[in-house]
Nanobody
Framework: QVQLVESGGGLVQPGGSLTLTCAAS????????MGWFRQAPGKERELVAR???????EYLDSVQGRFTISRNNNKRTTTLQMNTLKPEDTAIYYC???????????WGQGTQVTVSS
């Protein structure tokens, strides 16, 4: 069992920045592909960004160039740096971990991001 705890959400004005952090309880953090998903009211949950165990990153087209995902294997954390935020980025953001090989996955509890003036 892996516990994921997100932090860093909040209210920010359009054009502003936020940094989300996900801390994982697993001592074998390096075997997990890490990702950030989001879900806005009335919409399906979507993948925003993910970073694989080999360090390769993938992004949703609408956040490419604005968001950056990274991981620190020593600290067992994944960070999503979000710049030039837009109102359409408003959603609950969830951290996700998927074990390389088995595919077993875990979710965090989510953190609210609101972009509004």
């Amino acid at each position: 069992q892996v516990q994921l705890v997100e932090s860093g959400g909040g209210l920010v004005q359009p054009g502003g920045s936020l940094t989300l952090t996900c801390a994982a309880s697993s001592t074998v953090f390096t075997i997990y592909h890490m990702g950030w998903f989001r879900q806005a009211p009335g919409k399906e949950r979507e993948l925003v960004a993910r970073i694989l165990v080999n360090g390769r990153t993938e992004y949703l087209d609408s956040v490419q160039g604005r968001f950056t995902i990274s991981r620190n294997n020593n600290k067992r954390t994944t960070t999503l740096q979000m710049n030039t935020l837009k109102p359409e980025d408003t959603a609950i953001y969830y951290c996700n971990a998927v074990a390389h090989g088995s595919g077993q996955y875990y979710w965090g509890q989510g953190t609210q991001v609101t972009v509004s003036s």
